[in-house]
Each structure stands twice: as structure tokens, then as C-alpha cells.
Nanobody
């Protein structure tokens, strides 16, 4: 059974840091390009960070230099280190494969990140 379980979200002050984790079932992280996505109410879910099977990483312009995506294939876990957080980073964050979801239409529960003073 496929599972994506995100965690690590919290309320944080502007300029603060968080590390998100996504535990997956099986070898999803090892055999797929994987991404972190975020969504705010009323808007589409956007890709913010991508790690290719071979390890190359890509970032949305809005997070470049502040966010770092990584993975631990032995732990079947995807990470997102977020530094210098800004109010506009407030969103629910999800992990999934890229460019298509690991199962059509399937998303985990996500983890809420709120950046506020």
C-alpha cells in the first residue's frame, strides 16, 4: 500500500527554519523523481523543490537559496530544509513523485507551515 506521510510543519517566526520530512512506503524515494509541493487555500498546488533520481536538484525561484531538498533512500524519506522563512512560505506542504503523483490523484495529508510574528 502506497503511503506518503509528511511531518515537521509548525508555526515559526519570519527568518526562522524548519525541516520537513516525508516518510514513504517502499522504495518510492529511490526510484522516482521526488518533489515538495505547497498549496495555499484557493490556489493550485505548486512544486517548490525537486530531486531527480540521480540526485540533481531544482528549486522554484521563490525558494532558491533558502530551501534544500534531500533524501535518505535507506530510510525511504524525503526532506526539505527551509531557512530564512518568509510569510509567503505559509502553506500546506506535500511530497510526491514528479511529474505525476505516485498513484493517480493520491496525496498525503500534508504538513502545515505557518510563518508569522
Amino acid at each position: 500500500q502506497v503511503r506518503l506521510v509528511e511531518s515537521g510543519g509548525a508555526l515559526v517566526l519570519p527568518g526562522g527554519s524548519l525541516r520537513l520530512s516525508c516518510v514513504t512506503s517502499g522504495s518510492i524515494v529511490r526510484v522516482n523523481d521526488m518533489g515538495w509541493y505547497r498549496q495555499v487555500p484557493g490556489k493550485q498546488r505548486d512544486l517548490v523543490a525537486l530531486i531527480r533520481i540521480k540526485g540533481h536538484t531544482h528549486y522554484a525561484d521563490s525558494v532558491q537559496g533558502r530551501f534544500t531538498i534531500s533524501r535518505d533512500t535507506a530510510k525511504n524519506t524525503l526532506y526539505l530544509q527551509m531557512n530564512d522563512l518568509k510569510r509567503e512560505d505559509t502553506a500546506v506542504y506535500y511530497c510526491n513523485s514528479y511529474p505525476r503523483t505516485i498513484i493517480r490523484g493520491y496525496w498525503g495529508q500534508g504538513t502545515q507551515v505557518t510563518v508569522s510574528s
